[in-house]
């Protein structure tokens, strides 16, 4: 029989109240909750002039909409339909750009990464861009919840010639909503090969004490939101002081700093930005996209 009852979820460390089974006096626990699993795949390549749609697919939670099916660049917009991330929860993204095609990828709203029971939520995202192409991957910010876990993986694959605007910026919490993230695990890993070879690579670890870690003055300076930015191109160098205009001074809070490294017969720039939340951040978040990304400008999604 069913009966509302009260039990202790100790994954959780919780106590909840529902629907529960009993056999006579014994209480059975609830089933496992359902984990999300989504992957979504877009081709996309030049044809007669034009960027064009060639090849979409997806499963699970992961969706994938596109304003058109081609233009210069190519928007499309990602959408995880579950409505946020918990542990256990998987999602894969993987975007190809054929040979002088020009792609730009953000996000319906920002990602969020609940708190987890047991387990960690993991996104994996594949880039793939030939000679000649041009990708710009913008998704909105990243919500960390407290006592959450969470890893992200984004592998980058650039021909000779090709260009790349990454960005991925993550929030520890809203403080417009009186909510921070104390303690969790967090794991921002890039890796990033042009003609084969490796060219970027960081690995951003935080956790169990994210609150503490976050005040350290050679981590965040008690700031809870930060982005990076890496521009591949060969105009990566022009752009250095405009982009430090924009980011600020990197000893105060609030600040951040630009760096610009020769790279074969291009160049990489890399931004990165700390904030006292999300709204100062986006002041100068918004401004150095908009720079970086040149004629492309903002993802339409972003000032909606």
């Not at 359902?34 to 090849?55: E, I």
């Not at 999602?91 to 730009?104: H, I, N, Y």
């Not at 002081?241 to 074969?264: H, L």
């Given at each position: 029989?069913?009966?509302?009852?009260?039990?202790?979820?100790?994954?959780?460390?919780?106590?909840?109240?529902?629907?529960?089974?009993?056999?006579?006096?014994?209480?059975?626990?609830?089933?496992?909750?359902?984990?999300?699993?989504?992957?979504?795949?877009?081709?996309?390549?030049?044809?007669?002039?034009?960027?064009?749609?060639?090849?979409?697919?997806?499963d699970g939670s992961a969706k994938i909409?596109?304003?058109?099916?081609?233009?210069?660049?190519?928007?499309?917009?990602?959408?995880n339909t579950a409505g946020g991330l918990t542990g256990g929860d998987r999602?894969?993204?993987?975007?190809?750009?054929?040979?002088?095609?020009?792609?730009?990828i953000t996000t319906q709203a920002c990602e969020k990464v609940y708190r987890a029971a047991s387990d960690r939520a993991e996104t994996k995202v594949d880039l793939r861009v030939g000679a000649g192409g041009r990708l710009a991957w913008l998704p909105q910010e990243t919500i960390v919840f407290d006592r959450s876990a969470f890893a992200r993986n984004l592998d980058v694959e650039l021909a000779e010639g090709a260009e790349a605007l990454l960005l991925e910026a993550t929030l520890f919490g809203r403080l417009a909503m009186g909510e921070r993230t104390v303690h969790g695990s967090f794991h921002d890993r890039w890796r990033v090969r042009q003609d084969g070879r490796l060219i970027h690579a960081e690995d951003f670890r935080i956790g169990p004490d994210i609150a503490a870690q976050l005040q350290r003055p050679a981590a965040a300076g008690d700031a809870c939101?930060?982005?990076?930015?890496?521009?591949?191109?060969?105009?990566?160098?022009?752009?250095?002081?405009?982009?430090?205009?924009?980011?600020?001074?990197?000893?105060?809070?609030?600040?951040?700093?630009?760096?610009?490294?020769?790279?074969?017969?291009?160049?990489?720039?890399?931004?990165?930005?700390?904030?006292?939340?999300?709204?100062?951040?986006?002041?100068?978040?918004?401004?150095?996209?908009?720079?970086?990304?040149?004629?492309?400008?903002?993802?339409?999604?972003?000032?909606?």
């Open positions: 029989m069913s009966s509302n009852k009260l039990y202790i979820d100790k994954a959780a460390g919780v106590l909840n109240v529902g629907a529960v089974d009993m056999i006579g006096d014994t209480l059975v626990s609830p089933p496992a909750a359902q984990r999300v699993a989504g992957r979504a795949r877009l081709f996309c390549g030049k044809r007669a002039g034009r960027t064009r749609l060639q090849r979409l697919y997806q909409r596109m304003p058109t099916v081609q233009g210069d660049p190519l928007e499309a917009v990602l959408i999602l894969g993204w993987a975007t190809e750009v054929g040979e002088g095609a020009s792609v730009s939101a930060i982005a990076t930015l890496l521009l591949v191109s060969p105009r990566a160098e022009t752009l250095l002081e405009p982009a430090r205009a924009i980011v600020g001074d990197p000893v105060i809070a609030g600040g951040g700093g630009a760096s610009f490294w020769k790279v074969g017969q291009s160049g990489k720039l890399l931004a990165r930005l700390v904030a006292g939340d999300g709204y100062q951040l986006r002041k100068r978040l918004v401004p150095l996209v908009e720079l970086l990304n040149g004629r492309a400008g903002l993802p339409k999604l972003w000032s909606l």
